[in-house]
């Protein structure tokens, strides 16, 4: 097993007044030559947007972008004619493919929202955008894991143009999991949302984040009640 650390307080930050942000790899003017990205994964952004704020309409091109909200909501919309609301408990996946046009709100006129913004890059380049949202039980994660993105249809979550999975656990204290890979070969990066673990007597906390590679299975034990990702991805790429 192959694994590399990544505390919480050594994230890049910026306030930008409207924008909180904290970035697990370089993103827009913070640059670390060794956090660029983990595999496929190229971004993992815990951003808190203010009432009446949020991202104006931009653009994006091949690239799978995912959004949980942890608190508050989203107001989504996007040049595939998309316009949606997203809660607590609904996860949104865009492929930009060719091109795609989107802005993301504060959904809420009186709650800051808090969201993880996810960037994988995509298996087939220059697909067709798309855009698809769906709502998650949260008991339906109390100590297992709830599949939330696959790139098998079959699954009945949500689609994603990569060999990547996204998944959370809800564990209370003392309790173990077992991670199995879903396909041989892929990395696993577990980022804590709260609480605190351990996975090979490394101990991680509320926002530290954990890669771990050449191994398809390990086991997690909550230290505290926890609630935690794990984003599977493909370690090698043709960017």
Partial sequence: MKTILHPAHER?????GWLDTYHSFSFANWFHPEKVHFGALRVLND????VGEGFGTHPHDNMEVISIPLSGSLAHKDSTGAE??????????MSAGTGIHHSEYNGSSTEEVNFLQIWIFPKEKNIEPRYD????????RKGKWQLL????KEDNVLWINQDAFLSRVD????????YDNYLSGNGVYIFVIKGSIEINRITLHKRDALGISETDSFEITATSDAQILAIEVPMHISK
Avoid at 12 to 16: A, D, K, M
Avoid at 47 to 50: G, L, P, R
Avoid at 149 to 152: K, L
Avoid at 171 to 178: E, F, H, P, R, T
């Fill in 12 to 16: 890049g930050h910026i306030n930008h």
């Fill in 47 to 50: 951003d808190f947007v203010k």
């Fill in 84 to 93: 949606e609301f997203t809660p607590t408990g609904t996860v949104q996946v």
């Fill in 133 to 140: 949202q769906k709502k998650f039980d949260a008991a339906d």
């Fill in 149 to 152: 993105v696959s790139p098998r």
């Fill in 171 to 178: 564990l209370d204290a003392n309790y173990s999991i077992k």
